[in-house]
């Protein structure tokens, strides 16, 4: 079992946090970029004039940033890592985005510091599978996220075309690490425990019905680039 415990995480988040924007693009060859795009089109908001965005687990703010632009609402984006959080604020700055646009502030997934149903829509990209307790995490998306709302999660799962899947997994496992280490050293082992924690996570119909057990309805999900990536999609 790979260890995501909360302070592993978020100490491990934190020394690679100078080298994560780099990597995310460099490994993913900018497909990352076009995942976010989709996650933002599948996202539109009802325009109401209380209407606000969570992304949570938001690191630098990428997809939070993304969301602000194409809607043009509030976005809060929340993560328990300060450094990552601090280069987002700075990344903001040179966006010149108001913190009335895009807020980003400390916020722990599994027991986040805002009210029910505060939000419109709620996202999270790359980030779920780094919550120590899964069904812990769905239910404070769901709680939060105001009736009729939705739920967007972005996450890694496996591509399941036989060739493919074993290039990917070949690369996945063994090259990537060793680019990761060495670009962003770091004592936890980051870019190993990257593949390891994938592999452990649930994806496609298990994840989709976990989503249905925190409390949204009209789940789908779609998987993206031969399968790397998943986008669940479900509505309270």
Same mark, same amino acid.
């Given at each position: 079992?790979? /260890?995501?415990?909360?302070?592993?995480?978020?100490?491990?988040?934190?020394?690679?946090?100078?080298?994560? /924007?780099?990597?995310?693009?460099?490994?993913?060859?900018? #497909?990352?970029?076009?995942?976010?795009?989709?996650?933002?089109?599948?996202?539109?908001?009802?325009?109401?004039?209380?209407?606000?965005? =969570?992304?949570?687990?938001?690191?630098?703010?990428? =997809?939070?940033?993304? =969301?602000?632009?194409?809607?043009?609402?509030?976005?809060?984006?929340? /993560?328990?890592?300060?450094?990552?959080?601090?280069?987002?604020?700075?990344?903001?700055?040179?966006?010149?985005?108001?913190?009335?646009?895009?807020?980003?502030?400390?916020?722990?997934?599994?027991?986040?510091?805002?009210?029910?149903?505060?939000?419109? #829509?709620?996202?999270?990209?790359?980030? =779920?599978?780094?919550?120590?307790?899964?069904?812990?995490?769905?239910?404070?998306?769901?709680?939060?996220?105001?009736?009729?709302?939705?739920?967007?999660?972005?996450?890694?799962?496996?591509?399941?075309?036989?060739?493919?899947?074993?290039?990917?997994?070949?690369?996945?496992?063994?090259?990537?690490?060793? #680019?990761?280490?060495?670009?962003?050293?770091?004592?936890? /082992?980051?870019?190993?425990?990257?593949?390891?924690?994938?592999?452990?996570?649930?994806?496609?119909?298990?994840?989709?019905?976990?989503?249905?057990?925190?409390?949204?309805?009209?789940?789908?999900?779609?998987?993206?680039?031969?399968?790397?990536?998943?986008?669940?999609?479900?509505?309270?």
């Amino acid at each position: 079992m790979v /260890d995501r415990s909360g302070q592993r995480v978020q100490k491990m988040f934190g020394q690679i946090a100078k080298h994560y /924007d780099f990597l995310n693009h460099f490994l993913s060859c900018g #497909i990352d970029i076009l995942w976010r795009r989709a996650v933002v089109r599948r996202m539109k908001p009802e325009f109401e004039a209380d209407s606000k965005i =969570l992304d949570i687990c938001t690191g630098t703010g990428d =997809l939070a940033i993304a =969301l602000w632009k194409r809607w043009r609402i509030p976005v809060v984006g929340g /993560d328990f890592t300060p450094e990552m959080l601090e280069i987002g604020r700075k990344k903001l700055q040179k966006k010149k985005i108001s913190p009335e646009e895009v807020f980003l502030m400390e916020a722990d997934a599994s027991a986040m510091p805002f009210r029910d149903e505060e939000f419109q #829509i709620v996202t999270v990209a790359f980030g =779920l599978r780094n919550v120590h307790d899964t069904r812990k995490g769905l239910s404070e998306m769901v709680r939060v996220c105001r009736e009729g709302g939705k739920v967007g999660i972005l996450e890694f799962s496996i591509p399941t075309f036989p060739p493919f899947r074993w290039f990917y997994l070949f690369y996945f496992r063994h090259i990537l690490p060793k #680019i990761g280490q060495f670009t962003a050293r770091n004592q936890f /082992d980051a870019y190993h425990y990257l593949p390891e924690s994938v592999g452990e996570f649930p994806y496609g119909q298990e994840l989709a019905r976990m989503m249905e057990e925190a409390g949204l309805s009209e789940v789908k999900f779609f998987p993206m680039t031969f399968g790397i990536a998943t986008l669940y999609v479900g509505k309270k």
